[in-house]
Nanobody, 123 residues
Framework: QVQLVESGGGSVQPGGSLRLSCAVS????????ISWFRQAPGKDREGVAC????????RYLDSVKGRFTISRDDAKNTMFLQMNNLKPEDTGVYFC????????????????RGQGTQVTVSS
């Protein structure tokens, strides 16, 4: 059974940090590319970050470059998203999902996704 389970969300003040985790079961990380997405109320889904399974290169949404870092632990079959210097505009539901990680960015494929974890940045 395929499952993607996110954790690590919460409420922080601007400038704070959070580390999100995405535990994957049912397949290994080298079988599908797993990326991070977010969606805020009334806004379109955004591809936040990805790691290419082809060459290990990373892609980031322009607005998070220099603040967010995506990583993976193959032994634990888990993806991570370290988020530093959080801003109110980073607020939303963050979820991991199967994707394509291309030079143009992170592209949602919709095969599998987690339920998401809420991130709220507010003073």
């Amino acid at each position: 059974q395929v499952q993607l389970v996110e954790s690590g969300g919460g409420s922080v003040q601007p400038g704070g940090s959070l580390r999100l985790s995405c535990a994957v079961s049912g397949f290994t990380l080298d079988y599908y590319t797993i990326s991070w997405f977010r969606q805020a109320p009334g806004k379109d889904r955004e591809g936040v970050a990805c790691i290419s399974n082809t060459d290990g290169s990373t892609r980031y949404l322009d607005s998070v470059k220099g603040r967010f870092t995506i990583s993976r632990d193959d032994a634990k079959n888990t993806m991570f998203l370290q988020m530093n210097n959080l801003k109110p505009e980073d607020t939303g539901v963050y979820f991991c999902a199967t994707s394509r990680c291309l030079s143009t960015g992170t592209h949602y494929t919709g095969a599998f996704r987690g339920q998401g974890t809420q991130v709220t940045v507010s003073s």
